[in-house]
């Protein structure tokens, strides 16, 4: 068993609030996935889950365990850092069996869980060697390591992968995930990098300014962000923000005219929204076509077009100024500077009210605020 | 004949090997060019091979002239002196005795004093400003207030001269009546210590270190700031309280600016005079003589220039012997990369 329960947690650095009061419950055996802009404070939640900096108000519960002032050693927790942190005059065998060494264990229990965990990552033959002689890959592997062999309750990874380069980024990803299965343990797991969130996590945590956004399993936040910094900050290319004006409201229905012309219906619960209220139209670039010019009634001029193979993304601007990102087929052979009319699949539009908060689609789970 | 002069050649000579090694590693590079162009290179390509190095040795060559001539005349004069005898008192005949003056100089009186207080002198300074610089570097990390002010403090009493500093210590700090230390003493009840002739060794070495505390601060304090931080937090969530975390993380980190600050420390405190001439003068007897007050006790005050010369010579020597002590002891620490 291993729950992790965070109540108001708060933490203020030099007059400055860091974290602005978080709530999350993190569940046995769950990957969650902490993510944010720059400076959201996600490293920060999780140094203070890690005991590394003080709580300034709140607390942290660790199996109906408060551990909100104990030690970072008396914790149960173990860390991989960004930097991994290797003990750089110690060679691999000693780096894992550090805390073990420092806690006293039996010297043939520490070789049994030194030796399994390199089974594991396979860093049987690399047990003598100092870190410097490692690549960063296998440097990666031996702060995972250190964690293991602590057999914590809970891992903790701040952006571990952000150092590695790409390719080899995607294969430590796979063996994360991979790891996740085989110790079946609860992780946490800090980035900036969305793909990485969607595609390791149970749960993502989105971050900003100090507070939680949303939280919801990757497919939801895709599918239901609650508020207009979620929807944009999950998907790339990025989802892109219309200003439109309510033209009508119905429980069932919404109509409204977009700034740049067209006006669509959207069948969404109305109710809350007055006629001529401003609000944001999101469409991702997965979720609009580009038509013939003549019979679409939003037209906008092609601008610069990226081509991927599989796809081309074409970034367009709209007569208002506002440039919205279109994906199209590979072999869509854009003119620069051409007019093209869009239309976007209305069903999976998103709208957003003067607040930026959603406006909640048919089939959204239900929020705990 | 100057002393500080003839004790500065450890290092000199010591460039001057490095620069031998560099000359016989040219010159073994180009005795080795032409075997490999036999077998492949056409001749067009060797002539510009041997043309360009013959350039690269011309521009070298002024240097190394200078450099030459810069060590190796007075290092010939020397040896030419120590070979005659030459006593400035009496003027006139300086016929060759061979190694009479080396002799002499080795069965001194002060010569054993001499080389054991060098050895006292340089030990217990390293010992005394290694630890407390690694102390004071480890206190100095950590934020307070006003840490820029005592960083620079710490480090001032480096860019004081070291006969200012030894009248300092000798008239403000350690005079038996006047000084600060026999207010202490005194403020306690206790009968104030004269310590230029009640420990006179022991108040060179006190105010040596003091010197060169400062520098070894300097250097440990700005290596404690390339201590990855991630490690710390690493070995504190490993289980490591402070003092685990001191000597498993920050001694290890500090090793190789450790070595760096011995090596230096070693050269400058081989040839320690300023302090001892400022302050006992080499005695009481031969208490405080280290070589470098030995030889100029030789020179300047019984006028021997040739037994002088000899003994900057075995200076030389015992210098050489311990770098090349230190560089197989530290050396192999220092290249190692990581």
Known sequence: MSDLKIR?????????????????DINDHEFVVFVGPSGCGKSTLLRLIAGLEEVTSGSIYLDDREITDLAPAKRDLAMVF??????PHKTVRKNMSFALDLAGVDKAVIDQKVNDAARILELDHLLDRKPKALSGGQRQRVAIGRAIVRQPKVFLF???????????????RLELARLHQELNATMIYVTHDQVEAMTLADKVVVLNGGRIEQVGSPLELYHYPVNQFVAGFIGTPKMAFLKARVKGASPHSVSLTLECGPEYTLELDGSQLNVGEEVTLGVRPEHIQVTQSADSPFKVHLDVAEHLGADTYCYVKASTGETLTVRAPGDFEPGLGDQVGLQPDLARCHLFDGQGVAIPKPGAPAQAA | METPRSLSFPRASLSNKDKRANRMSTSSIRAGSPAVHTTSGPSSVQGEHRRKNRIGLA???????????????????????SLIRYNLLYPGDNE??????????LTDAGFTSGALNTLWL??????????AGVLIAVLVDNAFWGRGIVRVMLISP???????????????LLHPVSGVFAAVWRFFGATPIDWFSEYPLGAIIMIVSWQWIPFAVLILMTAMQSLDQEQKDAARLDGAGPINVFIHITLPHLARPIAVVVMIETIFLLSIFAEIFTTTGGGPGYETTNLAFLI??????????????????????????AAFLLIRMIGKNLTDKS
């Not at chain 2, 060559?61 to 004069?77: E, G, H, Y």
């Not at chain 2, 005795?97 to 002499?104: A, M, P, Q, S």
Request: charge should be negative.
């Open chain 2, 296 to 321: 100029y006790t030789q020179a300047l005050l019984q006028f021997d220039v040739g037994m002088a010369s000899s003994g900057g010579l075995i200076a030389v020597v015992i210098a050489n012997i």
């Open chain 2, 158 to 172: 480096f860019f004081i001269m070291p006969t200012v500093s030894a009248l300092v210590w000798k008239n403000l």
């Open chain 2, 59 to 81: 521009m070298l060559s002024p240097s190394v002239l200078v450099l030459l001539i810069w060590m190796a005349v007075p290092l010939a004069m020397t040896i030419y002196f």
């Open chain 1, 158 to 172: 701040d952006e571990p992968l952000s150092n590695l380069d790409a390719a080899l980024r995607v294969q430590m």
């Open chain 2, 96 to 105: 060759f005795v061979g190694l009479e003056n080396y002799y002499y100089f």
């Open chain 1, 82 to 87: 960004q930097s991994y942190a290797l003990y």
């Open chain 2, 122 to 131: 340089v030990g217990s300074v390293l010992l005394i400003s290694v630890i």
């Open chain 1, 8 to 24: 108001n947690l708060k933490k203020v650095f030099e007059g400055l609030e860091i974290i602005k009061g978080v709530n999350l």
